[in-house]
């Protein structure tokens, strides 16, 4: 049995009592699936609700107790020899094993050090599928328009694509699952736990943001429109421009109401600030030209990739947003030939908010870990502690999921990630993976 | 006379820059002595005070402090605290761009150097990683792939400035083969892994017949074939002067190389073996080394499904020649010691995985007499780190070529090739077999 396979098994009871709950969340959610004119927050609500639910249904007899040398909460200082306490699903305290006792009876899982459940701000695992291969799994990207934002990845997300396992072997609970980069609007992203159930199952958001790029991926080299970054922008602002008169003719109640149009409502919500646009630039004139955009059409936004962010530092600050930084082992070629390693602590010490990516690949690696690429930001001047908060809570609250995830505090969803050592030393390993209370293995061993 | 070793290093990078050939630099005619760091040796047990003196380009002593005598008029260099190693070497590269010539599956009288550019900026960043020496290979995407070069990272414009020669002055190198996936295409290219195999045997028989008339034909040049490049060059290989550098994945593909090996005699050394771990038994008794590459995750290919970091642990246990490689730009040569420590992080020992960076590839390209490790007589190439060599927190501080620094942290230019800024990367996209146009959204 290789090491991938290995991952892919089931470790625990709880996990296979999961199953019936594929089934009921679907049912639930059934009527979920496209509704545009809902706010994301309200999505977010019934979303929670459907989870709650389910996890009360297939709940442990007795509860979890993860003890750690050390616990890094996110959300206060270190904790020396604590412990987290687990109980359907969600963790109900934190603390020093000298304040909180374990109830008998209940599992205990210890390690060196645990953490919160990685949350990787922008990737494209489940959707860039291992195998690599057109028509079998390489569904990150379709390229039949350059502008598609009615197209989601929850509907082509693998929750069994072994890469999903392997990133959650090394402490990665949460994804951002995005379209990759390659087309001005590829789609809508989605946010999914990573317990391979389904993506429905497993999803926090369904719909969280609408992925759109510039730069040298989007350009096409004849016949097919853009060729040149000037009609990028052109067909962007042309396209939201459509779409703030489609919303005005919407609302009208007459014959000249317009037909309904899966892109336009998907922009309309952008124009209404319901949905960020999470928003790929490299370059640092592509960087400002999203800005610019921003600046014209008022639509919130997030900036990802970013290689060259540390030259136009003032201009990102300015625009009051944040930036899911690149990752940080990203090869120097291309639109990210100027990229640093220090980009990160760069931004950071400007006061930008920052997350980090494992990003998209096309080869190999099929997915970066976000794990390695924080370790590496960590060692080159983002420090320990902001490294990790780069992967937890701060990328939790750039991509809305704070509430749920991204910090071990009472109430929060219990996903933690357990080492047996400094997490970010290249010769650590993951040694288990706690989801909603659920316990997986960690990275694959022999 | 003592040098002031800052203001020569910057004299150094000064005449580089302003294109000179590496022959033209100050030659190392005074010794140079490190005392205080902790030195891997890689042929001994690590001494953990150690003194390494280097003169000419090369190693002149080493020892624990105390037994080494430090010459008249060196320049002494306390580096306590630092960890010395010898210059990593990298069995398997595409610094400086590199070919895979679509015209036809057979490419032996090709030759990677003509088609490097040493001004790339690829080579100041493995300078950066602690790399000296690199095998620079064609792609994989021909069943015959070409001449490869053995390259020494001195800081020059010209790549025959850069060559390693051999005893008789001539450049050095091996031949790069593929099988598995990445030779198979259209026509003229192979469409099954048979015929892969077929168009190698093909080829190696043509070349033995080939070398058969040319010493039938003795000193007789009337019946001497005419010179043909490729089967010349195949000859070589037969005849033991030129190693096989081989891509292959899947278990299956590996066994071919070692049936292809069994067949020609010639040397071989397994490159990437994703599948190591299944068929190390195989690669064992067959007595011959591999150079395996780990990437972050397994998959992006149909062959590497099953890769595995615990492929060097298992193979290091099984009693096979263990190396590493960046494959570059597939693994930054900026993180090369990394995929050594995934590899300890995998099970292998940390000794095993130091060689693995170091001695092992040297032998693994002929060139283990010269190279590799910290021992009197051998090439002074040199790392000097503040760390352990495989922890995150470590950074190479300075590399050595052949007694000279090539790689300084502590100046800017350098520094902004180790964690990279403005102009630090490539002027283009990534080309190989890797980052096609097929990929849409390579950023």
Known sequence: ?446 | MRVNPFALRRACLLVALCGAPAALLHSQENPIAFTGARIETASTPPIGDGVLVIQGGKILAVGPAGSVAIPEGAEVRDVAGSVIMPGIVDTHSHLGGTMNERSGPVQAELRVLDSLDPRDGAFRRALAGGITSVNVMPGSGNVIGGQTIYLKLRRSVDVGDLYIRDADGRPTGGLKMANGTNPIGTAPYPTTRAKTAAIARTEFIKAREYAEKIARAGDDASKLPPRDLSLETLAEVLAGKRVVHHHTHRQDDILTVLRLKEEFGFKVVLQHVSDAWIVADEIARAGVPCSIINVDSPGGKLETMDLSWKSAAVLEKAGVLVAFHTDDPIIDSRFFLRSAALGVRAGMSRDAALRALTINPARMMDLGDRLGSIEPGKDADLVILNGDPFSVYTQVQETWVEGRPVFDISIPEDRKYAFGGDGAGARGPAHLCCFGDSEGGVE
């Not at chain 1, 006792?101 to 959707?127: I, M, Q």
């Open chain 1, 1 to 446: 049995m290789n090491g991938l396979s290995k991952a892919l098994a089931p470790c625990s009871p709880a996990r296979e009592r999961g199953d019936g709950c594929l089934s009921e969340s679907r049912c639930s959610r059934s009527g979920l699936l496209f509704q545009p004119r809902r706010t994301v927050i309200s999505l977010i609500n019934s979303v929670t609700a459907v989870v709650a639910v389910c996890v009360a249904a297939h709940a442990h007899a007795g509860g979890l107790a993860v003890l750690g040398g050390k616990v890094h909460t996110q959300a206060g200082p270190v904790i020396e020899n604590g412990v987290v306490l687990i109980e359907d699903g969600r963790i109900t305290a934190v603390g020093a094993q000298s304040e909180i006792a374990v109830p008998e009876g209940w599992e205990k899982l210890t390690a060196a050090v645990v953490t919160p459940g990685l949350v990787d701000a922008h990737s494209t695992v489940g959707l860039a599928g291992a195998l690599n291969q057109a028509k079998g799994d390489k569904d990150e990207l379709d390229k039949t328009e350059a502008i598609q934002p009615g197209l989601r990845a929850i509907d082509a997300f693998n929750a069994r694509d072994p890469l999903v396992a392997w990133v959650r072997g090394f402490g990665v609970t949460t994804v951002h699952a995005s379209p990759a980069a390659g087309s001005l609007i590829p789609g809508q992203t989605f946010v999914v736990k990573t317990t391979g159930r389904g993506a429905d199952a497993d999803a926090l958001v369904p719909s969280a943001m609408v992925a759109t790029s510039l730069g040298s991926p989007v350009l096409e080299t004849e016949r097919k429109a853009p060729t040149t970054r000037s009609k990028a922008a052109a067909m962007l602002r042309a396209e939201f421009i459509k779409a703030r008169e489609y919303e005005e003719k919407r609302s009208r109640d007459d014959d000249k109401k317009p037909a309904f149009n899966i892109n336009l409502e998907v922009l309309a919500a952008v124009l209404r600030g319901d949905i960020p646009l999470l928003f790929t630039a490299n370059r640092h004139h592509d960087i400002l030209t999203a800005l610019r955009l921003k600046e014209e059409f008022g639509f919130k936004l997030i900036l990802t990739g970013a290689a060259e962010a540390s030259t136009v530092i003032d201009d990102i600050r300015a625009a009051g947003i944040a930036v899911i930084v690149h990752p940080t082992m990203a090869r120097p070629f291309g639109d990210r030939e100027n990229v640093s390693m220090e980009t990160a602590a760069k931004l950071r010490a400007a006061g930008i908010p920052i997350a980090l990516q494992s990003g998209y690949e096309g080869y190999v690696p099929r997915t970066r870990v976000l794990l390695f690429e924080a370790a590496i930001a960590a060692a080159r001047g983002l420090g320990q502690e902001a490294a990790l908060s780069a992967i937890t809570i701060d990328a939790a609250r750039l991509i809305g999921v704070a509430d749920r995830v991204g910090s071990l505090e009472k109430g929060k969803d219990a996903d933690l990630a357990l080492y047996d050592g400094d997490p970010f030393e290249y010769t650590t390993h993951c040694t288990n993976v706690v989801i909603n209370g659920e316990v997986f293995p960690g990275e694959p061993r022999e």
